[in-house]
């Protein structure tokens, strides 16, 4: 079994320093990076694949700037196999279009059964990476997944899809491509076996040069979308915290609606 | 012992950040619940060591080869600093784990380490560190314990005083004359041995009833005819001084990590505290005598482990210096960990003192690092002499 995962650096959320910079855009500069959320959420659910198969082999791929190994580390630690990074000056700013074209052409190189991939970044919460690549690929896409079951037997995955009211069972044909949600489960923190043996896991450098692409067609001058404005959203008001035992809370809760007239 | 993975920069590398933060959660989640009932009951933490043992924390000291998992000093320190941040106790499971196992590490043959080592990174076997004695603690030359070759064994006599987990370890290190010739140089004297216990002859004596560190024994051990193969030597006779005075050059920077793990735990419980706690109509934390105790505070333990994480790095590096970098680290390190308890007690008041707050242990626990391993005073000897050299 030979999973690719998409692994994306993002300014840590937790990490409360994310700030836009004088460009409007997120000051990268600032905020420790960490593994996407949804990313992580998407390897865990490689790694237990791997593990239940008793075999198999977890690429990360990214399309990150030149400091990104260190980030991968940790996905290298929780058990990844090995990481693709590829980086170039002349993909700074982007767009969503443009890293999915990188990232299509990457995987074109590598042998893989399925990709999987977090359904947004938590930075700029696109979405449409995972699918945009999919279709550069000609390969099935299965959205929004909460349950992946491969067959290699079959050379058929089975993916329970979240909906509204629960959830769609879709079935494709090997490759495709696998957009994973946070109802995956959540992801391993790292053995300390894990990290120490994450130093002799290799990563592969690949420029815009060696995937034979055109610098000219990537990049912030590139893009296909422009940033016309950025604010913060306004503070909070004044909440109320409710706490208390359930009936407790359903009572007050009630009574705040009332007051409001809302019913 | 220069790696790939040392920091050419002052600050900790990913690998080093993601296991300190690894130990933090095991630390925060399994290991603080317990502290105070460690502490209050005096109990060895079984069942924390056991834990130590499933995460591989006790196999970062010891060799790739041998199942270790390779780490060096300053990820070791890094473990037990946030370790003893929860509870010293259990910090100090892994330091002494370290500590015992240094001899053999640096002098011991690949066999010995074959034979050993295995099991002291799985966690299955404790080892112990016995050099001091009723008589002899800082002058460690001074010790009487006696080891007289017979035929292909050793037969130790004597007794060691205030052995950590003296009571728990499988495999005990070992300090003994083997020569005790009145002209013979002093600092050639001693040989070190490896002594696999229960074995006949050997009894643990004593347990001692301390201030701080309550759930670790501290343990006096007679050793009345015990016989050790010549196998169980480690180095040559005559090699014991130097390597007692080898390991603690890379066994104090790990107490030294106990102590700054104490004190932050302290800094953190009183920083969390003077945001609370109101008084007069404001948090105590916005009175500048207390605001600026915090920040001495901080400051105190910010600098003792900027020194740790140097010393580590300059020594695993094979500084020729080591001697002055880990009694320096240990030195500040102590001092430290015993002001900012003491000051984390005064910043809570009342609270501070009744044990409904952890900072009275922590101040009991902080105690410890001023004494053992080199007292603040043989640290002060080492250092000048590094400074100042021999009177020619």
Redesign the interface.
């Known amino acids: 079994m030979r999973i690719v995962v998409l692994v994306k650096p993002v300014p840590d959320p937790a990490s409360g320093s994310e700030r836009l910079g004088p460009d409007g855009r997120l000051d990268r500069a600032v905020a420790p990076n960490v593994v996407n959320g949804n990313d992580e959420f998407a390897l865990e659910a490689a790694l237990k694949l791997v593990e239940a198969a008793g075999e198999g082999e977890i690429t990360l791929l990214s399309m990150a700037p030149a400091n990104a190994p260190?980030?991968l580390?940790?996905a290298l630690?929780m058990g990844a196999t090995r990481a693709v990074h590829v980086t170039d000056a002349a993909l700074a700013g982007s767009c969503a279009v443009s890293t999915a074209a990188v990232l299509a052409r990457a995987l074109r190189d590598l042998e893989f059964d399925f990709v999987l991939a977090g359904i947004d970044a938590s930075d700029g919460v696109g979405g449409i990476v995972p699918a945009a690549i999919a279709a550069h690929l000609g390969l099935p896409y299965l959205s929004y997944a909460q349950r992946i079951e491969p067959d290699m037997t079959t050379r058929t995955i089975r993916v329970r899809r979240t909906s509204p009211t629960g959830y769609d069972l879709l079935e494709a044909p090997l490759p495709a491509v696998i957009g994973c949600t946070q109802a995956l489960g959540e992801p391993r923190?790292?053995?300390?076996?894990g990290?120490?043996a994450?130093?002799g896991k290799e990563i592969v450098t690949r420029s815009l040069a060696d995937l034979g692409l055109d610098p000219a067609t990537h990049g912030a001058n590139a893009a296909t979308t422009a940033l016309l404005d950025s604010t913060m959203p306004p503070s909070r008001g004044a909440t109320e915290i409710v706490r208390g035992t359930p009936d407790e809370g359903a009572a007050r809760i009630v009574d705040f609606l009332v007051e409001r007239r809302i019913i | 012992m220069v790696t790939e993975s040392m920091p050419p920069t002052y600050r900790l590398t990913e690998e080093q950040t993601l296991l300190r933060d690894a130990v933090r959660v095991i630390a925060d989640e399994r290991v603080a619940p317990r502290a105070a009932e460690i502490d209050k009951s005096g109990e060895f933490p079984q069942d924390l060591r056991e834990l130590l043992a499933a995460q591989d924390i006790l196999a970062l000291p010891f060799p790739v080869k041998f199942g270790g998992l390779g780490g060096e000093l300053l990820t070791v320190c890094l473990a037990i600093e946030q370790l003893s941040r929860a509870c010293a106790t259990t910090g100090l499971i892994l330091a002494v784990q370290e500590l015992a196992s240094l001899p053999l590490l640096i002098a011991g043959t690949d066999g010995q380490k074959a034979r050993w080592i295995p099991k002291l990174a799985s966690g299955e076997h404790l080892i112990a560190f016995a050099v001091t004695e009723a008589e002899a603690g800082s002058d460690v030359a001074a010790i009487r314990t006696r080891a007289v070759r017979d035929g292909d064994d050793y037969v130790i006599t004597g007794s060691k005083r205030f052995i950590s987990h003296g009571s728990v370890a499988d495999l005990v290190t070992v300090f003994a004359v083997t020569n005790a010739d009145p002209t013979a140089a002093r600092s050639r004297r001693l040989s070190c041995f490896v002594v696999e216990v229960p074995t006949p002859g050997f009894e643990v004596t004593r347990i001692e009833h301390k201030m701080g560190l309550r759930g670790s024994p501290t343990a006096e051990l007679a050793f009345d005819g015990v016989r050790v193969p010549v196998a169980n030597r480690i180095g040559n006779e005559g090699d014991g001084f130097e390597l007692a005075m080898k390991t603690f050059d890379r066994s104090r920077p790990g107490i030294a990590a106990q102590a700054v793990g104490i004190a932050q735990g302290a800094l953190d419980v009183a920083a969390a505290y003077a945001r609370d706690r109101r008084q007069f109509g404001k948090r105590i934390g916005d009175f500048q005598l207390v605001a600026g105790m915090l920040a001495d505070m901080d400051a105190t333990t910010e600098s003792a482990r900027q020194l740790l994480y140097k010393a580590c790095v300059e020594i695993e590096a094979g500084t020729p210096d080591a001697s002055r970098w880990s009694a320096m680290c240990k030195l500040v390190a102590g001092d430290a960990a015993m002001r900012v308890t003491t000051d984390a007690v005064q910043v809570l008041g009342g609270y501070g003192y009744i044990d409904e707050f952890p900072v009275e242990r922590m101040m009991r626990d902080a105690k410890i690092t001023q004494l053992y391993e080199g007292t603040q005073q043989i640290q002060r000897l080492v250092v000048a002499r590094a400074l100042l050299g021999k009177d020619d």
Do not use: D
């Open positions: 260190e980030t580390r940790k630690a923190y790292p053995s300390l076996k990290i120490m994450a130093r």
